[in-house]
């Protein structure tokens, strides 16, 4: 009987094995910011709808969400996050329209505020250019 178990058990852990991989490989990266839209006029305390516009280079590629990160007291830095399909049959996308997001920009201070947002990597040096955005926060 011991035997017949043993038999049983090992049979069912060799056939219940897939050999086949189907996981998904994917990765993050950051995507370049193509531009950013911000309203004219900004007070302190208010609430205020930052656009960002951006393109994915293929439809492997998909958005993952907002990094923005304190720099300074009126410095802040913003990337675009996307999840990146490893698949080798990604299609190119060619629209003529850019993706739109947007994150809200809460000032709590008066000053002049510096955005920072990512726009590319330098190949000569391998770090990060951004493109910098001034706006004016009253009181």
Same mark, same amino acid.
């Given at each position: 009987?011991?035997?017949?178990?043993?038999?049983?058990?090992?049979?069912?852990?060799?056939?219940?094995?897939?050999?086949?991989?189907?996981?998904?490989?994917?990765?993050?990266?950051?995507? %370049? =910011?193509?531009?950013?839209?911000? *309203?004219?006029?900004?007070?302190? &305390?208010?609430?205020? #709808?930052?656009?960002?516009? $951006?393109?994915?280079?293929?439809?492997?590629?998909?958005?993952?969400?907002?990094?923005?990160?304190?720099?300074?007291?009126?410095?802040?830095?913003?990337?675009?996050?996307?999840?990146?399909?490893?698949?080798?049959?990604? %299609? =190119?996308?060619?629209?003529?329209? *850019?993706?739109?997001?947007?994150? &809200?920009?809460?000032? #709590?201070?008066?000053?002049? $505020?510096?955005?920072?947002?990512?726009?590319?990597?330098?190949?000569?040096?391998?770090?990060?250019?951004?493109?910098?955005?001034?706006?004016?926060?009253?009181?």
């Amino acid at each position: 009987m011991k035997k017949l178990i043993v038999l049983l058990v090992m049979s069912m852990a060799l056939f219940s094995c897939s050999l086949d991989d189907d996981t998904v490989n994917f990765h993050y990266e950051y995507l %370049e =910011t193509a531009y950013a839209e911000f *309203p004219e006029e900004m007070t302190v &305390n208010g609430s205020y #709808q930052i656009n960002l516009y $951006y393109y994915l280079p293929t439809d492997c590629y998909a958005f993952n969400g907002i990094e923005y990160y304190y720099t300074g007291d009126f410095e802040r830095t913003v990337a675009i996050n996307v999840t990146v399909n490893d698949a080798s049959n990604c %299609e =190119t996308l060619e629209e003529a329209e *850019p993706d739109i997001t947007y994150f &809200n920009f809460n000032p #709590q201070m008066a000053g002049t $505020y510096t955005f920072k947002f990512l726009s590319g990597m330098d190949e000569s040096t391998g770090e990060y250019t951004y493109i910098d955005y001034e706006v004016e926060v009253l009181e």
